[in-house]
């Protein structure tokens, strides 16, 4: 059974590689002629930004694990976060959370709980975008009035940060109304929930500003390049999360990004920032994963044996439940 799910796990990223090629592939041709539009010193830039910018949102998904009870090395946390990530180039949108709770089992943690720390990452990774992409709001009220429908979004994405208590004992009476149970869903507390967007605020903040960097190397203005590129960004990347079935969102977060950067650079321009994104972006996931591959191989092979498994806590809401639950 090893065998298979080591097969399976080679078969899997083979399949991711091929994919990301494929894309990186299919658009040579234009790619170099965008770099030459932009400059490449600006194009680097704007590539290590958005690198550098998921760096806040693996440290939230460790907040979040940790509120669930799990604390993974440094190390294993590494190995988990960018392998398994590499899986939402697939299309569909389950792999992520099927890798997730795969990888859970080799170092004798809950696939459960790997897997919703990463389901609660996702949903605080969309939170915060929304909040990010109010930045863009004035600008974007200039082209239509239909996004003032931003700030309700907004407040509804920002309802289960504030209150996850209410949430849980919502979905867990969804849950007894469906039959599925009675016990409510395994989430972190409130502190790890604030922690984490804020966290992931900030990834938003650093990797939106690549697109503010290729904005104005095409011209356009600094000032509002800023607010609309990061805020842009975040929008169109939430865009893409909503469209699950697409591997990283494909063709939908292109569409979005195009709609709110396009009062900043338009025609070829507009098709420019937008292609090389995408490019970047794609770049940036395969390089540092990469890199960090390379570096779990150098101090695998200097740090000799395994160190023992990863000590695991129970959730507190679990242990809470059975202390209720047992007999006086």
């Keep these: 059974m090893s065998r298979a799910r080591v097969a399976l796990r080679l078969a899997g990223y083979a399949a991711v590689l091929v994919f990301l090629g494929w894309q990186i592939w299919r658009v040579r041709h234009g790619m170099v002629d965008s770099l030459r539009a932009v400059g490449w010193a600006a194009a680097l830039a704007a590539g290590v930004l958005a690198a550098v910018g998921g760096v806040p949102g693996f440290v939230g998904w460790r907040v979040l694990l940790a509120g669930l009870g799990t604390r993974l090395s440094l190390r294993d946390a590494t190995r988990v976060y960018f392998l398994a990530g590499l899986t939402r180039y697939l299309p569909g949108g389950v792999w992520p959370t099927v890798a997730h709770a795969a990888m859970a089992r080799p ?15 996702q ?3 969309a939170v915060s975008g929304v909040l990010v992409g109010v930045l863009a709001l004035p600008w974007l009220l200039a082209q239509s009035p239909w996004w003032w429908l931003l700030l309700p979004a907004c407040a509804a994405a920002a309802a289960p940060v504030l209150a996850p208590d209410l949430l849980a004992r919502l979905l867990g009476a969804a849950a007894r109304l ?15 929930l604030l922690g984490a967007t804020g966290l992931m605020v900030l990834g938003w903040l650093i990797s939106g500003l690549h697109v503010t960097v290729l904005a104005v190397a095409l011209g356009a203005d600094p000032g509002p390049a800023l607010p609309l590129g990061v805020g842009g960004f975040a929008l169109s990347v939430v865009a893409g999360l909503c469209a699950v079935v697409l591997p990283t969102g494909l063709g939908v977060r292109e569409v979005a990004l195009a709609l709110t950067v396009a009062t900043l650079v338009s025609g070829p321009d507009l098709v420019t920032l937008v292609a090389l994104s995408r490019v970047l972006l794609t770049v940036g996931d395969i390089g540092s994963t990469a890199v960090v591959l390379a570096l779990l191989a150098a101090t695998g092979r200097r740090a000799g044996p395994p160190d023992p498994p990863t000590a695991s806590r129970p959730h507190p809401t679990a242990d809470r439940r059975r202390l209720e639950g047992s007999p006086s």
């Design 123 to 125: 949903g605080l990774a």
């Design 107 to 121: 170092l004798r943690q809950p696939p459960t709980r790997l897997a919703a720390a990463f389901l609660a990452s």
């Design 178 to 192: 469906l039959r599925r149970g009675d016990a409510g869903p395994l989430l972190p507390g409130r502190r790890a």
